[in-house]
């Protein structure tokens, strides 16, 4: 164990010892503040890959998608913010390519680590920093990006017991450091009816900062303009599961040893996130799969002018585009959604 890992792990041991059990929601959110905070996690190199670390082509993508809206609707001003951006990669690709449209938004960061900000700089040195969404600015549309940044946000998970729902809760295990068990007071308010009969050990899983961030973001492009593009690996659909995962150097592990050493994260629900942009009035498009997204911009003839001008790197590219697209690799699994203020575009790629 690390001494960063002893110390996050001393502390939720102390405060549990202190206060008692603590919701699985509450042992992520510490964790994974410690995770982002500490070093860049991505890449071959680090523990997790994603799309835009894949390839430059995802990133492109997603900066004809959003110019394809522009150019349809032409607002005089328009931000662009990104959620948890990572490497600033993905940004930097997809303002390059809004570039070569003519456009050139103000770049605006809402990023919480200060190891990932140094790297973001890098990519995209006129960023603005936000601690959250408070500070976005408020005089004009917003077009919002979101990869992989909703499954790093803290989960509660409610267990079926003899005795009906009960709030998973963290104590102190004497072999691996943490483990969760039923907690003691009934949760059976916060499952959905038709879940409430599930057979004994059914997990139900919800998100409540991803619920409030999307309710937040939505009154901005409700007042705003604008729009936002989620992705994400996760379900289109109410479900039960345990989707709770820890990943370290690119292997699976027990979500509750060394804290802050895993990245740990949840699959996205995206019925909630639809649901809560549709409630405050937001048009939305999707959830389509990451896969067939990709497709309907063009990632294939994006592909193959690619390799025509880099042969030496033909197979790497097709490799990468394959790897983005395919049902069995983060083709089916990653889902779009697209959210976006009455009068704005009908966004592409969704098949509609
Ligand atoms: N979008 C990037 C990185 C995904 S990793 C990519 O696709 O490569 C998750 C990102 O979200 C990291 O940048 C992490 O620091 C950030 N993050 C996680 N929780 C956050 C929170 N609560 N507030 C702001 N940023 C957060």
Request: net charge negative; glycine share 8%.
């Amino acid at each position: 164990m690390s001494p960063d890992s002893a110390q996050v792990a001393v502390r939720l041991a102390q405060q549990i010892e202190a206060s008692g059990p603590i919701s699985v929601a509450e042992y992520m959110r510490v964790a994974n503040t410690a995770y982002y905070g500490r070093a860049d996690p991505l890449g071959a190199e680090g523990d997790f890959i994603t799309a835009p670390e894949i390839s430059q082509m995802f990133g492109e993508m997603v900066g004809i998608w959003l110019s394809d809206i522009w150019l349809r609707h032409r607002p005089a001003t328009c931000h662009y913010v990104e959620l948890g951006p990572g490497r600033g990669t993905l940004a930097a690709d997809a303002l390059r390519t809004m570039k070569r449209f003519g456009w050139e938004p103000s770049v605006h960061f809402v990023e919480n680590s200060p190891a990932l900000r140094a790297k973001q700089l890098q990519a995209v040195p006129d960023a603005t920093f936000h601690d959250n969404l408070d500070s976005l600015p408020t005089d004009a549309p917003l077009c919002i990006v979101a990869n992989e940044f909703f499954d790093a946000l803290p989960v509660r998970q409610m267990v079926a017991t003899q005795s009906g729902w009960r709030e998973r809760v963290v104590v102190r295990d004497s072999e691996s450091g943490f483990a969760a068990v039923p907690g003691a007071s009934s949760a059976d308010d916060l499952i959905p009816a038709h879940f409430r009969t599930a057979a004994m050990g059914s997990i139900y899983e919800i998100c409540p900062d991803a619920s409030s961030i999307m309710q937040q973001l939505s009154a901005r492009l409700v007042k705003q303009g604008g729009v936002m593009l989620v992705i994400d690996y996760g379900y289109t659909q109410p479900a039960l599961g345990n989707t709770l995962q820890a990943v370290q150097s690119h292997n699976y592990a027990d979500p509750f040893t060394n804290p802050g050493q895993l990245d740990l994260t949840a699959h996205v629900d995206f019925f909630e996130l639809a649901t809560c942009a549709k409630n405050s009035g937001l048009l939305t498009a999707g959830p389509s799969d990451q896969g067939a997204w990709l497709l309907g911009l063009g990632i294939e003839q994006r592909a193959q002018h690619l390799a025509a001008s880099n042969p030496d790197r033909a197979a790497d590219i097709n490799a990468a585009r394959q790897r983005l697209v395919e049902p069995d690799a983060m083709g089916a699994l990653f889902k779009t959604l697209a959210a976006y203020a009455q009068g704005w575009p009908q966004p592409e790629g969704f098949g509609l």
